[in-house]
């Protein structure tokens, strides 16, 4: 028997104010620094998806008290360490959950295994483990890197590690690493990829240095730091604001505004892309909430049209190509994403499955190893033609992506395994059909 899809059909104006939920890096860091420090941390507007829920019962596991008060506030009551955890820790489906929590374990002395979903078990943690067995860590593991892995924590040493690939997960283990390292640590990253771990680290009581070299960033982290219980406020989450907004601007009609989206300059590539292709967008309320910048977007209906994205924009929008290249399928001309290889070790491999997603919907796409260009069809009246069962192997990302583009194609597109939204997007569904899209249970695609 077929697995029960989601399918979205043509809808009429999308029209409302929602709020995106809250950021997925920042909530998985508020868990791990608050069951890192010493005290309590509140935390308001947490994202409850399956993802961050893992990182909650992680730190659990690592010996912190982790309280849910209410929707989306949570207390972490922190020992100012890691304990041993009792039984394996499972990180679902996160990338981000497991490879932050190994940085920070490898700093205690203490034996751990890690597991994951079926994608998790499948992704690279060589790209952590490297860094962290430079620093004294040592652990054993599936081969390729691969999980269920488990890791000996304990007596690291300093290290200064130079980014091979633009990662703020990399980055991250290894700041977290840094804490319990004997003389800190050092992470130069010739591309700037999101700031949070920093920043947030910053609002515990560390001392981060952070400089410009020769267009490089280096942030070093000296040792003996003290990580005291803070107040965090979760802003909305870009990544999921794009969903929503992108539907606005293919559906005719439509006007959505999504409040209290976080505006990180190293989050908002994907809002700059939009304009460049004649969105209409327009930011509202900016304000400083907790050290970051956010505000209320708005996107209207526009008839947008191709270009080429820089490479050197990919980390600012790595998660939003998916729903870009949805936006790209209803511009008019060629949409080219270069540089994106990173894409392909994601939750899936998120080249190839927009390629095949895309191309059975009827949209014009040419796969590169590591570039994806897709050829708008908006010429009048002229839809994307849809129609397509698009397998999702698992990936929210590219479920939401797909559901947006039934919305406003001919015929609709339906989706496998919708239940995944959840780890990133908990309330897709009911937010998209408030707004008014047609989004239900599967129906069978035009005959
Ligand atoms: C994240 C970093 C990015 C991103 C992921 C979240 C983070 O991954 O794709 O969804 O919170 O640090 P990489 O560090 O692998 O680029």
Redesign the pocket.
């Known amino acids: 028997m077929a697995a029960q899809g989601l399918s979205a059909r043509r809808s009429g104006p999308l029209k409302g104010r929602v709020r995106a939920p809250g950021d997925?890096?920042i909530s998985?860091?508020a868990l791990l620094l608050g069951a890192l420090a010493e005290g309590s941390t509140e935390i308001e507007g947490l994202l409850e998806g399956e993802d961050v829920k893992r990182t909650a019962a992680a730190m659990a596991a690592f010996g912190a008290t982790v309280e849910r008060l209410g929707e989306g506030r949570w207390r972490v009551e922190g020992r100012g360490g890691f304990a041993e955890p009792a039984d394996v820790v499972d990180c679902g489906n996160a990338?981000?959950g497991v490879?932050?929590i190994m940085g920070a374990a490898a700093g205690f002395e203490l034996a751990v295994t890690f597991t994951g979903d079926q994608s998790l078990r499948g992704r690279p943690m060589n790209?952590v483990l490297k860094p962290l067995g430079e620093m004294g860590a040592r652990w054993i593991c599936r081969s390729g890197g691969r999980l269920p892995l488990t890791l000996q924590g304990g007596g690291l040493k300093r290290i200064a590690y130079r980014l091979p690939?633009?990662?703020?997960?990399?980055?991250?283990a290894v700041l977290l690493a840094g804490l319990h390292a004997e003389g800190g640590a050092e992470v130069i990253e010739p591309e700037a990829?999101?700031d949070?771990?920093e920043r947030m680290l910053r609002g515990f009581g560390a001392d981060v240095q952070v400089t410009d070299e020769a267009g490089a960033r280096r942030i070093v982290l000296p040792p003996g730091q003290q990580l005291r219980g803070t107040s965090i406020h979760v802003p909305g989450d870009p990544?999921s604001a794009a969903f929503p907004l992108v539907a606005a601007l293919i559906t005719p009609g439509s006007e959505v505004t999504v409040e209290g989206l976080l505006l990180n300059p190293l989050r908002t590539g994907l809002l700059e892309t939009l304009r460049e292709m004649g969105a209409d967008l327009t930011v509202a309320n900016v304000r400083d909430e907790g050290g970051e910048s956010v505000g209320d977007v708005t996107a209207r209906h526009s008839q947008l049209k191709g270009v080429e994205v820089p490479p050197e924009r990919a980390?600012s929008m790595?998660?939003e190509y998916p729903i870009l290249a949805v936006a790209a399928a209803f511009a008019e001309g060629r949409t080219a994403m270069r540089g994106i290889g990173?894409m392909r070790?994601?939750e899936s491999d998120r080249i190839a499955l927009m390629a095949a997603g895309l191309a059975a919907c009827g949209v014009g796409v040419e796969e590169e190893p590591e570039a994806l260009t897709v050829v708008g069809s908006a010429r009048g009246n002229h839809p994307v033609a849809g129609g397509a069962r698009v397998v999702t192997h698992g990936d929210h990302r590219i479920a939401m992506s797909h559901l947006v583009m039934g919305l406003a194609s001919d015929q609709p597109v339906s989706v496998d395994e919708p239940g995944m939204i959840a780890t990133s997007f908990p309330g897709f569904v009911s937010l998209m059909t408030g707004l008014g899209a047609e989004i239900d249970e599967d129906r069978p695609a035009a005959a």
């Open positions: 997925k890096s998985h860091r990338g981000t490879r932050l790209r690939e633009p990662s703020a997960q990399v980055k991250s990829t999101r949070h771990t990544s980390p790595i998660d990173e070790v994601k």
